[in-house]
């Protein structure tokens, strides 16, 4: 008679124990999951920073090639001013 009891009070015990230890195991999850997302969210500003100074240097590139581009026809139209008009010849000097 006494030994179903003393195996229940065991089983109690048992399972006290394993319960105490889920509670911990689950605050050191939980602290886990809080750790992981404070670097979710120090990632995400990373990541939202580096794409901002991805379109700055795309952006800034264009400009400078559209700079670039400005400069060359500006040459190309100085160089034309100094050739005779086209269409007519030039007299020989002698």
């Given at each position: 008679?006494?030994?179903?009891?003393?195996?229940?009070?065991?089983?109690?015990?048992?399972?006290?124990?394993?319960?105490?230890?889920?509670?911990?195991?689950?605050?050191?999850?939980?602290?886990?999951?809080?750790?992981?997302?404070?670097?979710?969210?120090?990632l995400?500003?990373?990541?939202?920073?580096?794409?901002?100074?991805?379109?700055?240097?795309?952006?800034?590139?264009?400009?400078?090639?559209e700079?670039?581009?400005?400069?060359?026809?500006?040459?190309?139209?100085?160089?034309?001013r100094?050739?005779?008009?086209?269409?007519?010849?030039?007299?020989?000097?002698?």
């Amino acid at each position: 008679m006494m030994k179903p009891v003393i195996d229940f009070a065991k089983q109690i015990v048992s399972l006290a124990s394993d319960m105490r230890q889920s509670k911990a195991d689950i605050k050191e999850l939980e602290q886990e999951q809080k750790e992981i997302r404070q670097e979710l969210r120090e990632l995400t500003l990373i990541v939202q920073r580096l794409a901002y100074e991805v379109q700055r240097n795309h952006e800034n590139e264009q400009h400078e090639r559209e700079k670039m581009l400005l400069r060359l026809e500006n040459t190309l139209l100085r160089f034309e001013r100094g050739l005779p008009p086209s269409g007519q010849k030039e007299e020989p000097q002698d």
